[in-house]
C-alpha cells in the first residue's frame, strides 16, 4: 500500500485545516488508518486512527473535540479535519496503515505502511 499526505499549510491559531491520506495499489479494507505527528526535537505521537471496516475511530486527548477521522469511500481515503488548531499542533502529520490491535492502535510499530508527511504549522 502506498500513501499520499496532503493538506497541510499555514494558519493562524483558531483556525482550521483538512489532511487527506489517500491509497494507491490496493484499498484499505481491512486495515486502521492512523495520524501522527511529530514536531522539531520530539518523538512521534499518535493523533487519530479509524478502522476503515466497521469505522470505529479513536483519538488522543490531545485532540479529542478539536480533530475528526473519517472515511472518505469514493476517493479511498482517509480524512483529518482539525479545527480549533493551536500552536502546538504545529508538526509534520503522517498517515499510517496497518493491522493492530486496539491496544496498540496508538504505537508507530503498529503500522507498516507510511504516507511522506506534510507540514502543519500554527502561528499565534
Known amino acids: 500500500v502506498q500513501l499520499q499526505a496532503s493538506g497541510g499549510g499555514l494558519v493562524q491559531a483558531g483556525g482550521s485545516l483538512r489532511l487527506s491520506c489517500a491509497a494507491s495499489?490496493?484499498?484499505?479494507?481491512?486495515?486502521?488508518v492512523g495520524w501522527f505527528r511529530q514536531a522539531p526535537w520530539k518523538e512521534r505521537e499518535f493523533v487519530a486512527v479509524?478502522?476503515?471496516?466497521?469505522?470505529?475511530?479513536y483519538y488522543a486527548d490531545s485532540v479529542r473535540g478539536r480533530f475528526t477521522i473519517s472515511r472518505d469511500y469514493a476517493k479511498n481515503a482517509v480524512l483529518l479535519q482539525m479545527n480549533s488548531l493551536k500552536p502546538e499542533d504545529t508538526a509534520v502529520y503522517y498517515c499510517?496503515?496497518?493491522?493492530?490491535?486496539?491496544?496498540?492502535?496508538?504505537?508507530?510499530?503498529?503500522?507498516?505502511?507510511w504516507g511522506q508527511g506534510t507540514l502543519v504549522t500554527v502561528s499565534s
Open positions: 495499489g490496493r484499498t484499505f479494507g481491512g486495515y486502521a
Open positions: 499510517a496503515a496497518g493491522k493492530p490491535i486496539t491496544s496498540t492502535m496508538n504505537s508507530p510499530s503498529s503500522y507498516s505502511y
Open positions: 479509524i478502522r476503515w471496516s466497521g469505522g470505529s475511530t
